[in-house]
Each structure stands twice: as structure tokens, then as C-alpha cells.
């Protein structure tokens, strides 16, 4: 039996809930006590935070573990799991839930932040795997003073811009003829409510509590990861005194591939073949996969292939994140490639042509009129590109800022 039941009273929950149960009541109590629903009371704001830190701790395993056996005092200043023989489990309640300083945290002090790292990669990255190691800068605990920041035996002394609490008022403009106060981070001890006299800090962290260090890290690109997918390592950012390490969280950007295209699990690759390979069949290595194996693909001789035609290799796609042994799909879109004219004027053109399907004949109805056209080739780019045609007046007076009639008008949305 727990030592204290206060949290599980917050939460309705008897000490033996499961964690399905402290959640399903943690969103139960804070539908009912969220502020946006009860504007009328002024302790709905207090109410919603004590449950929602109740939940925090009571979600957690080890922290739940800690105040089961040592009740808030396990979960002190101290540290989590250590006791605090000079503060009574009001105190404790009161730093928990107690608004600035909620979770023994100075005002203003929340952690550092994560460090976000986007990471270049390549389809091969994804689809074989990769492990990266690399150097890294983060703010660590000064060693020497064991984040202090003060030398030997010097103690901090109570901050005289904020009187010790971490946070000043600050007037602000609500409207043009009212001014309100709000109350804000103190700018001289950063919200922790006290400071070292330059006399008494650390040579090594100069009072800062923290010093620059490096550190090599090694993290992996599991097979079938997509991009923009986060890889966090936990704890190995920035450090403050007596919080939790911030997370170092790599972001992958996947870089465009030559030959794939990706969607989901599946990969698109185009492959061009010869006209020959088109009409009787081929059956050849088709395509370098991404990890580097060929693929031997044999097509049916009884079925022309025409452009743009698709077929689908199965199991030959991505490798599906976390289950690496199972595989999307390849599909494949074939570009048909006709021969050239050195190829034309080595055949026999009257045999090649009893070969091939008849010509087709000419439209019908004939037209009562038939001119002759010259055949030219051209590029479709140069449809028109007509630099020797007119030019539209109207096109002119837009160039030089004229415009005839008014304004068109702009709806609203």
C-alpha cells in the first residue's frame, strides 16, 4: 500500500489502477476541469494543473514506483527518489502543483531545449540501412563545481532584482488608455532566484553552471525509414543543473534518387527497352537494385509491351520499418525506344515491310480539297513560339502599365 494516496485522489483511482485506468479517468477529470469549460471558477486553472502533474507522475513507471514507496518527498528537490527531510508533504505538494515552481523546476527553467538536426540521406540509406556516427557540441554540468557555479564553499545569495523569486512584474499596454502587469522570467538570475557574486564563481564555468562539450554520437538509419522521420537520442543534449538532459532529435531528409521513386513502401523505377525487346520479348537483368543486386526480368514473347506499359515485381520494394524481412512492391514503366537511321538503311525495306502491320489508309470521307504539306521535323517545345506573328496591342499597353477600363475587384473570402 502506498505511503500517500493524494495523487490517486486527484485522478478518482484507487493506489492498484492500472495505466489504462489513471488515463482513462486523467481525461475524464480534465474534460471536467479544463478552464475553457469552467470560466466562472477561479480555481479550475490550479485544479486542471494538479491533475495533469498527478497524471505526469502517476503515468510514469519509476516516478510512480518512487512516490508509491517514499510518497511526494521521494519526488523533492532532491530528485526524484531522494527525500527532503526539512520540507513537510505540503511543501511538496505545493512546489509539485504550486503553479511557477511546479515540479521542483525554478521559474522560468524547464530543461534545455531538444536539439533539432536535419540529416541528409539517400534512398540506398533507407532501404539498406546505415549507422552514422558524429561529432557534436552540447552544454554539459561544469564537473569542477558540480553545476554551481560557485567556487569551493561559496553559496549563491538571494537575487536582489527579483527578492528571490525568480520572476518581476512587468507593465504592459492592454489597451490605449490601460495598463496591466504581467509577471515574467527575471532577467538578472534567469528565474532561479539567486545568484553568484563574481568573486565566488567557478573559473571554470565563469557562475555559468554549465561548460561546452564534445562528444561523439552514433545513431542508425533503420531499413524502411521514410523521410522526415525523427531519430531521437535521449538524454545526449544540452544539460542544466537538476533537470533532465534535453534530447539530441535528428530529422532525415530523404535526397531525390536517379533511377527510384518511392511512395510508402512501394518504388517506381522507369527502364527503357528497344523496339525488338518490345515486340518478341527479352529476358535480361533489368534493373541494379539499391543494394546492388541485379534483377533478371523475363517478359513473354506472345505480348507486346507498348510505352508507358507497367508491370509490378512484388516483394522487390522498400523494406517495411520494423519488419525489414517483409518488402513492398517495384513497380516498373517501360519507354520504348525506336531504332535510329543507321539501323533503317541497313535493312531490307521492302522485306521489313511485308514484316510489319499494314500502313494505314487515308482518312475518310476524303476531303474534297488535298494540298501537300512539306514534312519538317520540330520540336513540340516550339508550339506556340511565335516571334514573327502580331502582336496584341492590349499585350503592349500591359507591358508599359496601361490598362484599359477598371480595376477588377477583389472578393472577399
Not at 500500500?1 to 479517468?25: F, N, R
Not at 537520442?233 to 527510384?260: C, I, N, Y
Request: proline share 6%; net charge negative; charged share 30%.
Amino acid at each position: 500500500m502506498p505511503v500517500e494516496t493524494e495523487l490517486y485522489d486527484l485522478l478518482g483511482v484507487s493506489p492498484d489502477a492500472t495505466q489504462a485506468d489513471i488515463k482513462k479517468a486523467y481525461r475524464k477529470k480534465a474534460k471536467e476541469h479544463h478552464p475553457d469549460k469552467n470560466i466562472n471558477d477561479p480555481e479550475a486553472s490550479q485544479k486542471f494543473q494538479e491533475m495533469a502533474a498527478a497524471h505526469e507522475i502517476l503515468s510514469d513507471s519509476d516516478t510512480r514506483e518512487v512516490y508509491d514507496r517514499a510518497g511526494m518527498a521521494g519526488l523533492g528537490p532532491n530528485g526524484r527518489g531522494s527525500s527532503s527531510a526539512n520540507m513537510d508533504a505540503a511543501d511538496l505538494f505545493a512546489q509539485f502543483f504550486g503553479g511557477p515552481g511546479m515540479f521542483g523546476f525554478p521559474p522560468g527553467r524547464r530543461g534545455a531545449q531538444n536539439s533539432i538536426i536535419p540529416h541528409t540521406v539517400t534512398l540506398e540509406d533507407l532501404y539498406n540501412g546505415k549507422s552514422v556516427k558524429i561529432n557534436l557540441e552540447k552544454e554539459a554540468v561544469c564537473g569542477s563545481c558540480k553545476g554551481s557555479g560557485a567556487r569551493g564553499s561559496a553559496k549563491p545569495k538571494p537575487c536582489v532584482a527579483c527578492d528571490g523569486q525568480g520572476w518581476t512584474f512587468t507593465t504592459t499596454h492592454v489597451s490605449h488608455n490601460h495598463l496591466g502587469t504581467a509577471r515574467s522570467t527575471c532577467h538578472s538570475c534567469g528565474g532561479a532566484g539567486t545568484k553568484i557574486r563574481d568573486k565566488d564563481q567557478c573559473k571554470k564555468c565563469k557562475g555559468e553552471k554549465t561548460v561546452k562539450e564534445k562528444t561523439r554520437q552514433e545513431f542508425f538509419v533503420d531499413k524502411g525509414m521514410a523521410d522526415r522521420q525523427r531519430i531521437v537520442l535521449a538524454g545526449a543534449g544540452d544539460q542544466e543543473p537538476g533537470m533532465p538532459a534535453s534530447d539530441v532529435v535528428f530529422v532525415l531528409s530523404a535526397v531525390p534518387h536517379e533511377s527510384f521513386e518511392r511512395s510508402g513502401n512501394d518504388l517506381l523505377a522507369r527502364v527503357t527497352i528497344t523496339l525488338s525487346e518490345a515486340l518478341l520479348g527479352f529476358s535480361r537483368i533489368l534493373i541494379t537494385h539499391l543494394d546492388g543486386r541485379g534483377i533478371n526480368v523475363s517478359s513473354p514473347g506472345d505480348k507486346i509491351i507498348k510505352p508507358d506499359d507497367c508491370i509490378v515485381l512484388r516483394g522487390e520494394g522498400m523494406p517495411v520499418y520494423k519488419r525489414s524481412e517483409e518488402k513492398g512492391d517495384l513497380y516498373v514503366v517501360f519507354n520504348v525506344e525506336m531504332p535510329d537511321e543507321n539501323w533503317l538503311r541497313s535493312v531490307n525495306r521492302s522485306a521489313l515491310d511485308k514484316l510489319l502491320p499494314p500502313k494505314k489508309a487515308d482518312v475518310q470521307p476524303r476531303p474534297a480539297v488535298v494540298d501537300d504539306a512539306e514534312f519538317e521535323e520540330s520540336d513540340i517545345m516550339d508550339f506556340g513560339d511565335d516571334e514573327d506573328g502580331w502582336e496584341d496591342e492590349d499585350d503592349e499597353d500591359e507591358e508599359y502599365g496601361f490598362h484599359e477600363g477598371p480595376e477588377p475587384e477583389c472578393r472577399p473570402q
